[in-house]
């Protein structure tokens, strides 16, 4: 294939969605979208959903109250090290949090594409057997290395950052005083100064803990790789949630617009579908990168 440099192998879980929804996607995303057979992919998409009609019967509570365990005395200290990281304590600060293991078949999740170029990158760093520290710091990196990227001025006002990884994101924007600023020389005294801050998220692993079920939130590249090298139970961040107005401010945006869908229906998404052939396939899709870009404007006014 022609463009194969220019793509990645995807995972992408279709039996649980619309056959209109599956069928606008395959003749239009794919790099191979053109060749699209959509009288074969009808088919497809009919025993995939007749095969999750299935499952709704035989596993209708296997999201349902799902166990979470303590983690081993041992790792206790790398618990600490979490505790203590400044970015998980602005993160996870918003409602009730614990640290524990949780079952990876059985976490809800609404993201429906998993980037195997990715995944095989994780797996790699993790080595095929991986140690339990290896896979507690693989879920709850507190080091933060920070991925490139690349920032460059558009014009006047218009910045742009770029980066491979699609965790860039516009974090903050926030009012500095002259105390807050290092290394900078102004061109007179400065009267504060007005930061829009781009970055990465914190990157634990978490999940969202609600109505009975552990609805996965950050992290699924992660817990990917860890299915795929035998490893079912991760550690991770567990927030509880007590109402879904919360949702509004933690919750991936397919959880908030289609929460029933993930909460109520008896047999919802789970982690182990990825797995299954006749809920998911691979799809080739184009590479892409994340960019960012930040403007501002200034007005000046002279007030009786």
Not at 62 to 82: F, I, N, S
Not at 141 to 146: F, G, R, S, V
Request: net charge neutral; charged share 20%.
């Amino acid at each position: 294939m022609a463009q194969a440099h220019a793509a990645d192998p995807t995972s992408y879980l279709y039996g649980h969605g619309s056959l209109k929804h599956f069928l606008g996607y395959m003749t239009s995303r794919p790099v191979d979208a053109h060749e699209a057979d959509t009288r074969r992919l009808s088919d497809d998409w009919r025993v995939a959903h007749e095969h999750a009609r299935r499952l709704r019967r035989s596993e209708a509570s296997w999201a349902d109250e799902p166990p979470v365990y303590a983690l081993p005395h041992g790792m206790a200290a790398l618990v600490h090290r979490v505790h203590a990281d400044p970015f998980f304590q602005k993160t996870f600060s918003y409602v009730p949090v614990e640290i524990g293991l949780v079952e990876l078949d059985r976490l809800v999740v609404c993201q429906n594409l998993t980037n195997l170029t990715q995944v095989e990158r994780l797996k790699a760093q993790l080595g095929p057997r991986p140690s339990q520290e290896q896979v507690f710091r693989a879920c709850l990196p507190y080091d933060h290395p920070t991925p490139p990227h690349q920032l460059a001025r558009l014009s006047g006002r218009t910045f742009a950052f770029a980066s491979d990884t699609n965790d860039l994101r516009f974090l903050d924007a926030v009012a500095l005083g002259p105390e807050h600023l290092a290394g900078y020389q102004a061109f007179g005294p400065i009267a504060g100064v007005v930061a829009l801050v781009v970055g990465y998220g914190s990157n634990y692993l978490n999940v969202l803990s609600l109505e009975g079920r552990l609805v996965l939130n950050n992290g699924n590249h992660r817990a990917y790789a860890l299915h795929e090298l035998g490893v079912f139970q991760v550690p991770c961040v567990i927030q509880k949630i007590s109402d879904r107005e919360e949702l509004n401010v933690l919750a991936h945006h397919e959880l908030r617009r289609y929460a029933d869908d993930y909460l109520r229906e008896p047999r919802p998404p789970v982690l182990k579908d990825y797995f299954d052939p006749k809920l998911s396939r691979v799809v080739h899709l184009p590479r892409t990168s994340r960019h960012i870009r930040v403007s501002y404007s200034v007005e000046e006014i002279d007030m009786p």
